[in-house]
């Protein structure tokens, strides 16, 4: 176990070298000169105030130089500055994460909260009427684009049933409309793939076994079937930190939420590659750190599975 | 056969195709369904109600609405199904590449696909559209990027799984090279599944062009694409909730009809497999 643990972290400390390396190269493509660009917003443009900020921003040198300086400041946690907000990336990153955190977390608990349950029911009657219409549920909700669901959201409740706020507010509460928005088409597939996950089970020999002894479909399916699938699911719920994140950024611009969406967009507009890169390693990382934590999951939940499910 | 059969006969399939086959209708003869010039404004009627010459009515400009969101298709589809045929084919390619590959191959194959597989789509996006300026070129390249690794992935899945059965270890037996069972052997077995995973891939696709669209990525005001007319209705949220309405509704049903049609082909594939 703990030799696989270290082996799996060397492979994600490569992935995020690889990560890393792409991102770089992105923000090189750009052919802009981002010294010249703070110096036209602040010191002016003289050449000596311009290759004194090429000398702070670590712009002078060959590429590898300027690859190894970029990386070990952002391993310091020094993300470089933003041309956009005019402030270092970090302090933006800190001040726009908590909202998409936020968003992203109660996103996962009405995918959870909601989408348990129908799978369960779902596959404990397969084929009757309830498992029908989650069907037809999960097919609509996958294809609705969260932008145009959380606009009805926001028209049903600010016109039709005013119960409740639609203003952005501080705190959780103004976060419930837009984090459900959000959850609809992941929850979708959430509750397809985790009922075709039980019932894969339930037809497994081991089930028929139990019920010729005597054990209730009931008791079989909790008891026994979730168990086995669970893998499959996690490994989805560990992907969806990367889906929800595209569903964040366009959630957040309709309901007009300060995070990290906003602050992408901001960017992507004022063409500011420190900040960009920044976002991109963060949400690589983010992301492949999760997908390990999955497969861990994965291990302690079914170590009887070879692979750790499905992640192939 | 058994399965073209099987297609037919399955409702939820043919309504699915039925859809899809519309949507490429209304696609192609765009220019004559059309009653107006999309980007013809008339400011003296901007958002008239539904009549007979405005048969859904006109936007802030006054532009015939109906008339934009047919135009709409055309983005679209002429985007989304290409994008998802270049990335089929580079999946099938590197896909069976890494699965019959040698172990070095596989093994660098399977690395590009877990470093790129992290990026979400809308990060990338952001990034090439600062670097390579706004436009469709950026988010095309950004959903390419995002996506590729996915389609190897699920290759490689399909094809892992034939390698276990008896019928490649008996083609090589009986003589057959690696490309001639690849091509001749494995494609023609994995095809059905990849091509549930193709359609539910459009519907994706299309969501997320129209995602971009909507952020302000990838078309130039003014463009009838349905992502970006949801953009300029918001300006009027709860005066016309109309005109936010029919643009995504568009872009919700053309990913149902792509995603109804590959529900229904697992469903099938699914039930032949268990019996």
Redesign the interface.
Same mark, same amino acid.
């Given at each position: 176990m703990a030799r696989t643990a270290l082996r799996k972290a060397g492979y994600l400390l490569?992935?995020l070298l690889?990560?890393s390396l792409?991102?770089f190269a992105?923000?090189q493509?750009?052919g802009r000169d981002p010294a010249l660009a703070i110096a036209l917003r602040s010191q002016g443009t003289s050449e000596e105030n311009l290759a004194r900020l090429r000398e702070e921003m670590g712009l002078n040198g060959t590429m590898l130089e300027q690859y190894l300086k970029w990386l070990t400041g952002f391993l310091r946690g020094d993300f470089g500055y933003s041309i956009y907000s005019g402030r270092a990336v970090a302090a933006d990153l800190l001040s726009v994460l908590p909202v998409t955190c936020a968003l992203m977390g109660l996103a996962f608990l009405w995918i959870l909260l909601l989408g348990t349950p129908m799978a369960l029911y779902a596959a404990y009657r397969p084929g009757k009427l309830f498992d029908q219409v989650v069907r037809i549920l999960n097919? =609509?909700g996958? $294809? *609705?684009?969260?932008?145009?669901?959380g #606009?009805?959201l926001?028209?049903l409740f600010?016109?039709k049933i005013p119960l409740i706020s639609v203003a952005p507010k501080p705190g959780l509460a103004g976060l419930l409309l837009p984090s459900f928005a959000l959850a609809v088409p992941s929850m979708a597939s959430y509750t397809r793939v985790f009922r075709a996950s039980l019932l894969k089970q339930m037809?497994a020999e081991y089930c028929l076994i139990a019920r010729t002894r005597g054990l209730s479909r009931k008791e079989i399916l909790l008891r026994h079937a979730v168990r086995n699938a669970m893998p499959p699911v996690v490994t989805l719920l560990m992907q969806y930190v990367?889906?929800l994140?595209?569903g964040t950024?366009?959630v957040e611009?309709v309901f007009s939420l300060n995070g990290l969406?906003s602050y992408?967009?901001g960017?992507?507009?004022?063409?500011?590659?420190a900040a =960009?890169?920044a $976002? *991109?390693v963060l949400?690589?990382?983010v #992301?492949?750190v999760f997908?390990l934590l999955g497969e861990f999951i994965n291990r302690m939940l079914c170590p009887w599975m070879e692979k750790g499910g499905?992640l192939? | 056969m058994m399965l073209r059969e099987k297609i037919l006969r399955s409702p939820q399939a043919m309504i699915g195709l039925a859809l899809i086959a519309l949507l490429v209708l209304i696609a192609l003869f765009a220019d004559v369904l059309a009653p107006h010039d999309p980007t013809e404004q008339n400011i003296l009627a901007k958002y008239r109600a539904p009549d007979a010459e405005y048969p859904l009515g006109t936007d802030q400009l006054g532009r015939c609405e109906l008339s934009r969101l047919i135009y709409g298709a055309r983005y679209s589809l002429g985007i989304g199904l290409p994008v998802v045929a270049v990335l089929g084919l580079l999946g099938l390619l590197l896909g069976c590449l890494s699965a019959c590959a040698p172990k070095g191959i596989q093994w660098v194959v399977q690395y590009l696909c877990n470093v790129f597989v992290a990026f979400p789509a809308v990060v990338l996006a952001a990034a090439l559209t600062g670097v390579i300026g706004n436009g469709i070129p950026a988010t095309i390249c950004a959903v390419l990027l995002a996506m590729w690794a996915w389609f190897v992935r699920m290759v490689r899945g399909y094809v892992l799984v034939e390698l276990g059965r008896d019928y490649p270890l008996a083609s090589r037996i009986a003589g057959c090279g690696t490309m001639r069972l690849i091509l001749r052997h494995l494609i023609p077995n994995i095809l059905p599944q990849y091509l549930v995973y193709l359609s539910t891939g459009v519907a994706s696709t299309v969501i997320m062009i129209s995602g971009f669209a909507f952020l302000g990525m990838g078309f130039p005001a003014g463009t009838p694409e349905w992502g970006a007319m949801l953009n300029e209705a918001r300006r009027g949220l709860y005066a016309h909730p109309e005109l936010l309405l029919y643009p995504g509704g568009c872009v919700a049903l053309t990913a149902c009809a792509f995603n109804l049609f590959g529900e229904a082909l697992r469903d099938i594939l699914e039930r032949t497999e268990g019996s």
């Open positions: 490569l992935i690889g990560v792409l991102s992105l923000l493509l750009s097919v =609509l996958i $294809c *609705l684009p969260t932008f145009w669901s #606009y009805l926001l028209v600010a016109v037809h990367g889906y994140f595209i950024v366009l611009s969406g992408l967009l960017c992507a507009l004022a063409s500011d590659a =960009l890169a $976002c *991109l949400a690589a990382a #992301y492949a997908n499905v192939q | -």
